[in-house]
């Protein structure tokens, strides 16, 4: 049996199941809504333009958000390789902020930045930085000796075994630490849109909360796992194509 | 156009797990025309000697001088393919676009039709070809081998003995061969230099008469050299 059709099978019995449960009436609509409450909801804010309206405001931050994390992880990563002497320095604020979990930060973020766009984006740049950061800088460390030699027989610049010897060798791990990083700030980001946004998918599901639409509420979560996966999946088939040599297999 | 080197005191120390192990000691070898083997025990400073000449390390003391004109290329004792190109750009590595005839090289080292091949697609011996197409590909007066046939099965080794030969008759290089099999060393070698303490401790010319060489040696000059090395313990 395929992967996608497996993957329908289970879809199709978990609506099933939560069909059941709602027609057996065991919870009020308000704690459970029905599948169909919940499709025709979706319906009609896709029809609206509410719900792509919220989806492409946190897609766009998120896009921003990572590519400010993968500039800010590479540049860091980099310094570490040559600089391992000034590495020493930053490792132990790298190593504390690692620790504290970006969205600890929102009361002084909105405190200081208040909330537009800046707070969220700090949020995502936070949270998309490590992975990337720790997978780019052991990617470029541990680049074979033996091809970096080939570099210098055929009379390569340091610059020139860099970009094609060291990136090229580091490409799987830097990739790896962008698919994680997508995934985390996807993540983050909504927790920071239930907190202090205006627009997004987590200020919908706030919002739906408080109007006591849990038909919304579900819709959101919806629209944010399928995002979320629909980001993965492209990223991973994106990737596949250019990977030619070995891990192809991690890459489903 | 060829190129030789020109070596003087050449000393070159390790410190491995604290202690100093002293490689090269004192070395004075001067490269001439055709191919130069350097036969000697493992551990005994043959590798650190081309990787010196090539430039990926330096010297503790004494002079390293290129004598002639022209590039140094070096071929591995693995191939040391870089993974994600294929043969082709293997082959081209380093080099500006349009520099090297590819095709040309595909075909002289016998890989026409594999231009497009991936390295882990290749057998080892066709990787090991690649690796030799990349030396040549920059037209090298010089080219430095450090037991590149060690880890190929014995008919492979053999084939790649004779493609080197041919390849030597059909450029105008030198070779400077390091190797630990004395076999080989009388097979390709016009002339076999003994490496032992960090010093060159017997230098031999290999008399070659006119047509294809064969893989019977010289007996009395293999006599001569297995005693040389015999007397030395490893070092």
């Given amino acids: 049996m395929s992967a996608f059709l497996r993957g329908v099978l289970v879809t199709a019995a978990v609506v099933a199941v939560w069909w059941l449960l709602t027609a057996l009436e065991l919870w009020s609509a308000y704690v459970l809504p029905s599948p169909a409450r919940v499709w025709s909801s979706a319906v ?11 989806v492409v405001t946190s897609f766009g931050r998120v896009l921003v958000g990572f590519a400010v994390a993968f500039g800010l992880a590479f540049a860091f990563a980099v310094v570490a390789l040559v600089l391992p002497g000034l590495d020493g320095f930053l490792q132990p604020l790298l190593g504390f902020l690692r620790n504290v979990p970006p969205l600890s930060l929102i009361p002084l973020l909105i405190l200081w930045f208040g909330i537009d766009e800046t ?4 949020v995502i740049v936070l949270t998309a930085f490590f992975p990337m950061y720790m997978n780019i ?24 075994k860099f970009f094609l010897i060291r990136v090229p060798h580091a490409l799987p791990d830097i990739l790896v630490g962008m698919r994680i990083s997508l995934g985390f700030a996807w993540r983050a980001l909504v927790g920071a849109e239930m ?34 996966v629909a980001t993965d999946r492209l990223f991973a088939r994106a990737v596949r194509g250019r990977l030619r040599w070995g891990i192809d297999d991690s890459w489903s | 156009m060829t190129a030789g080197v020109e070596i003087t005191g050449l000393s070159k120390r390790f410190a491995i ?19 130069t ?23 503790d003391a004494g002079t390293i001088r290129m004598t002639g004109t022209g590039r140094i290329g070096m071929v591995f004792q693995e191939p040391r393919l870089m993974p994600w190109l294929t043969a082709a750009q293997n082959i081209r590595f380093g080099q500006r676009a349009g520099r090297c005839d590819v095709e040309h090289l595909l075909d002289l080292t016998g890989l026409a039709g594999f231009g497009d091949a991936l390295p882990h697609q290749l057998s080892g011996g066709m990787q090991h070809r690649v690796a030799l197409a990349r030396a040549l590909a920059h037209s090298p007066a010089l080219v430095l081998m450090d037991e590149p046939f060690a880890g190929l099965d014995a008919l492979t080794r053999e084939a790649m003995q004779d493609q080197l030969l041919e390849l030597h008759r059909a450029m105008a290089m030198n070779v400077l061969f390091v190797t630990h099999s004395l076999d080989e060393a009388l097979y390709l070698g016009d002339r076999i230099v003994v490496l032992d303490g960090g010093r060159l401790d017997a230098d ?7 047509g294809p060489r064969t893989r019977e040696p010289d007996l009395e000059l293999t006599r001569t050299i297995r005693s040389t090395i015999q007397k030395d313990t490893p070092c």
Wanted: net charge neutral.
């Fill in chain 2, 17 to 35: 797990h604290g202690r100093t192990v002293q490689v090269l000691d004192g070395l004075d070898f001067t490269q001439r025309d055709g191919i």
């Fill in chain 1, 195 to 228: 907190l202090a946004a205006a627009s997004g998918l987590g200020y919908l599901i706030n919002d739906a909360q408080q109007m006591s639409r849990s038909d919304r509420v579900i819709v959101g979560i919806l629209a944010i796992g399928i995002v979320g």
């Fill in chain 2, 37 to 59: 083997v350097i036969l000697g025990a493992s551990g005994c400073g043959k590798t650190t000697l081309l990787r010196l000449v090539a430039g990926m390390e330096t010297p």
């Fill in chain 1, 44 to 54: 009609e804010m896709t029809a609206s333009g509410e719900l792509p309206g919220h």
């Fill in chain 1, 119 to 122: 707070g969220k984006l700090v």
């Fill in chain 1, 137 to 160: 800088s052991k990617g470029l460390r541990s680049c074979s000796p033996q091809l970096l030699d080939v570099g210098t027989s055929v009379q390569l610049s340091g610059a020139g």
């Fill in chain 2, 204 to 210: 031999h010319d290999v008399p070659r008469l006119p």
